[in-house]
Each structure stands twice: as structure tokens, then as C-alpha cells.
């Protein structure tokens, strides 16, 4: 019985690797369900703090942000991943126009469309499917409660109203996001932009009939403005901030100088388990795993999957811990398949550096980065890729 390791990558944690594995468990047996996916959580060896973080000043920090992105949807998310009310912002600054003292107001109207909804069991099942279902509700309510609701519903005239559908959708859906990722939950719509998509299209169409879409007025603002996060609010979270982002930084340090715990640990799980064996390896995971099978003959895998990984750029740079640059891949080491993604500046190709070595295959996730670093397992490109080669 082939056996699948799923070798996961920087800064993951038992929680994030658990709600990942089950979606790669999930993607697998859907087409092979004879295989087995077996798990190799290497993080709990990963970096930590071991003197209660004596060592992270609470004053004198800065954070810069950046965005590079062409595509209006995609830097238009990377906002609103930062601030769901992004585009309630943009819409705030409309001119207000005069109203019908006669009448009922445009804003009125829209606030009932938003208040009033309940969603129909299309909506409602894509909602399930996407693991949101549970905070649609208090997303809309924080929403409809926010400063910028309330200032943009003042600038809705009867001849824009339809404009205003697909923000209020994309404000509530990044909002559920928002507290998803605060309750430490994984749902499938952090990763797949096609799912986001599609809830924020049904979601739009429940609360009119609405030009899908950037609206005209909002296109330019979106792509040109940017809020960057403020020195102010990172010296007065540094804490909170460094116990969020180390991981990442930290395993990879760790890996550099003591990674050979890591790829003992990752050996092990190979060792135990039935061949034959593909490793599918993450960021960091695809590093550790190329070190391992440069430095073992492990003739139990026969393919090797990075995914989003690093290890020919750190090769080029002459850095990979088992091989330096100019020497070749033993013959011993097993078939390689890697898959990456332009917009994941944290993934490289490798056929270029390893030739007829390595087979490179690109996917689009359609997400700005980072999120696009781990937006890969709900890709179907990236299993028709990989199931295709499972043994």
C-alpha cells in the first residue's frame, strides 16, 4: 500500500497542521482512496521561546508593507484581509447627494437588504462549505454596526444602489474570515479564492441584483490606495505581534543551525511507515526533505512533492545544507516533482537548476501573498498534478 507523508512547512503548529492535513486526507482519498496519508508534524521541534520571551523589546519597533500586485482583485483582498471595511472606507467618500425629503432614503433601503437577509440554502450550503457558517452572522452584525457602514450608506443614491451589493457582501465575507482566523480556525475559504468568490457572488445576489464586480468608482481608489499598518498600533502589539510571526522566522533559523533533528524525525516517520513512499513537503518541509534524501538512500520514496518551497534558490544561493551548488543530485535520490506559484514569492522552480531532475508544474490560486504561500491544497491543479504521479 503506497503510503502519502504530508511534511508540512515554517511556523506550523499542531492546530494549522491538523485542519491542513485533513484537507490533503481529504483531496487523496477522493481519488485513491486505497492510499495512506500519514501525518509528520515536525513543528513541535521548531522554535519557541524558552525564556518567556525576555528577549522582544516592547518599544522601538517598525513594520513595512508593502504591495506590488497588478490585478485589482487580488490587491483589492490583500486589503481587505487586513481591513474587511476597506472598501466601506472607499465608499464613505462618495459626495453625498441630496435625498427625497419625501421619500424613503437610498441608505434606508440598503440597510433593510443587509439587516433583513437570511440566506437561502444556496448560499447556506456554500456557506457550510466554505466553514463559515457559524460567524456569518456576527461578521454581518460587526458589519452593519462599523463606522464606515454607516458613513457609506449616507452617500447610496437610487441611481448607484446596485454598486454597493458586492461590497457589503466582500466586507461581511472577509469579516467571517477575520474572526475565523482569530478563533485559531482554518475554514477552506482562507485558501481558496474560487470558494470566497463564488459566497460572495451568492451573497450578492441575495441582497439585489447587482453589477458582480469592482463598481467604476471604486476601481482606481482600489488599486492605488494602501493601508499600511501604523508604527504606533506595532510597538503597542509588539508582543502579541512577535508571538504571531516567529515561528515562521524562528524555524527557519533553527532549521539553518539544528535542522538535523528535524530531518531525523521526518527519517523516522518514513522508516515506519509501508512502502512505497511519497513525501509531500511543504516550504521549509521541502528544504528538510531535499537535505534528507540528498544525505540518505531512502529507497523506500520514490517521489519526492515540494510544494511552495525553497530549496532550489537556496542551492543557486549556494546555502542548502547537504549539497553545495555545482554538485549533483545523487543518483540515489527519488523522483521530483515541484509545484509552485508566481504569485507565492516564497516558491521557486527547479528544473533550470536541477535539469531533467525535476519536474516544475505552476498553479494560480488566485490569492495575493502570503496567503497565497498556503493556498495550494485547495487548488485542483495542484492534485491533478500530484495524483497523477502517486504510485
Not at 469579516?175 to 482569530?182: D, K
Not at 493556498?375 to 502517486?390: D, G, M, P, Q, V
Amino acid at each position: 500500500m503506497t503510503t502519502v507523508i504530508f511534511v508540512h512547512g515554517t511556523g506550523i503548529r499542531e492546530r494549522e497542521y491538523n485542519e491542513t492535513f485533513e484537507i490533503i486526507e481529504q483531496k487523496i482519498h477522493a481519488q485513491r482512496p486505497d492510499i495512506k496519508v500519514a501525518p509528520c508534524l515536525w513543528g513541535e521541534l521548531g522554535a519557541k521561546f524558552n525564556d518567556n520571551r525576555a528577549s522582544v523589546p516592547l518599544e522601538d519597533a517598525t513594520l513595512a508593507l508593502s504591495q506590488g500586485e497588478e490585478n485589482a482583485d487580488i490587491v483589492l483582498w490583500g486589503q481587505l484581509y487586513r481591513d474587511p471595511l476597506y472598501e466601506l472606507w472607499l465608499l464613505s467618500l462618495k459626495p453625498i447627494e441630496a435625498g427625497n425629503p419625501f421619500g424613503e432614503e437610498p441608505g434606508d433601503v440598503l440597510q433593510s437588504r443587509v439587516a433583513s437577509l437570511t440566506p437561502a440554502s444556496q448560499l447556506q450550503a456554500k456557506l457550510q462549505e466554505a466553514g463559515i457558517a457559524e460567524v456569518f452572522e456576527p461578521a454581518r452584525e460587526d458589519v452593519i454596526h462599523s463606522e464606515p457602514y454607516h458613513q457609506a450608506l449616507l452617500t447610496v443614491s437610487e441611481s448607484d444602489l446596485s454598486e454597493y451589493y458586492a461590497p457589503i457582501a466582500r466586507a461581511i465575507v472577509a469579516q467571517a474570515m477575520f474572526i475565523s482566523e482569530q478563533q485559531e480556525k482554518f475554514p477552506l475559504i482562507l485558501t481558496d479564492a474560487q470558494l470566497r468568490d463564488k459566497v460572495v457572488e451568492l451573497l450578492t445576489l441575495a441582497l439585489g441584483e447587482a453589477e458582480l464586480g469592482l463598481g467604476g468608482w471604486l476601481l482606481k481608489p482600489v488599486v492605488e490606495l494602501a493601508l499600511p499598518m501604523g508604527t504606533n498600533y506595532v510597538r503597542g502589539n509588539r508582543l502579541e505581534l512577535t508571538d504571531k510571526i516567529s515561528p515562521m522566522p524562528g524555524d527557519i533559523l533553527l532549521y539553518q543551525t539544528r535542522g538535523e533533528k528535524i530531518r531525523a524525525f521526518i527519517q523516522q516517520q518514513i522508516e515506519e511507515a509501508e512502502p512505497p513512499v511519497v513525501l509531500i513537503a511543504h516550504s521549509l518541509g521541502g528544504i528538510a526533505c531535499v537535505d534528507l534524501l540528498v544525505q540518505q538512500q531512502l529507497s523506500q520514496v520514490e517521489l519526492l512533492v515540494t510544494v511552495g518551497s525553497q530549496a532550489p534558490f537556496l542551492y543557486e544561493i549556494n546555502a542548502l545544507y547537504s549539497l553545495e551548488y555545482g554538485q549533483l543530485l545523487p543518483e540515489h535520490f527519488p523522483q521530483w516533482l515541484n509545484i509552485y506559484d508566481l504569485r507565492d514569492f516564497l516558491s521557486y522552480v527547479g528544473n533550470r537548476i536541477f535539469p531533467e531532475r525535476v519536474q516544475d508544474v505552476v498553479v494560480d490560486s488566485k490569492q495575493p501573498f502570503p496567503r497565497s504561500h498556503g493556498a495550494y491544497w485547495t487548488n485542483a491543479k495542484t492534485w491533478e498534478a500530484i495524483i497523477s504521479r502517486l504510485p
